[in-house]
């Protein structure tokens, strides 16, 4: 059972930072790309930034030069350090953990960690 666990979410006023952490049950390695998602009221969730297990990594247009994804591997962590945040910003933010199998994509989710951002 892979449980993914956000952490680091809160309010921050325009222009602020905030990390954001998702730690995992086991080792990240077994995963092919860890990512993180965002849901905004009203709108579909949608893809923020990810990083596979190569350290490729992979961002929204809208956060590119904003926000960095990284991993520890030896914490089983990943983290999404935003910055220069901005209202259109917030959103209940997701980890996500892909795993290509033999039957096919399986992803993993957290809870989610909500951001709010004020203007």
């Known amino acids: 059972q892979v449980q993914l666990v956000e952490s680091g979410g809160g309010l921050v006023q325009t222009g602020g930072s905030l990390r954001l952490s998702c730690a995992a049950s086991?080792?990240?390695?077994?995963?092919?790309?860890m990512g993180w998602y965002r849901q905004a009221p009203g709108k579909q969730r949608e893809l923020v930034a990810a990083?596979?297990?190569?350290?490729?990594?992979n961002y929204a247009d809208s956060v590119k030069g904003r926000f960095a994804i990284s991993r520890d591997n030896a914490k089983n962590t990943v983290y999404l350090q935003m910055n220069s945040l901005k209202p259109e910003n917030t959103a209940v933010y997701y980890c996500?953990?892909?795993?290509?199998?033999?039957?096919?994509?399986?992803?993993?989710w957290g809870q989610g960690t909500r951001v709010t951002v004020s203007s």
């Open positions: 996500n953990a892909r795993a290509n199998t033999a039957w096919g994509i399986e992803d993993y």
């Open positions: 990083i596979t297990n190569l350290d490729n990594t």
């Open positions: 086991g080792s990240i390695l077994r995963f092919n790309a």
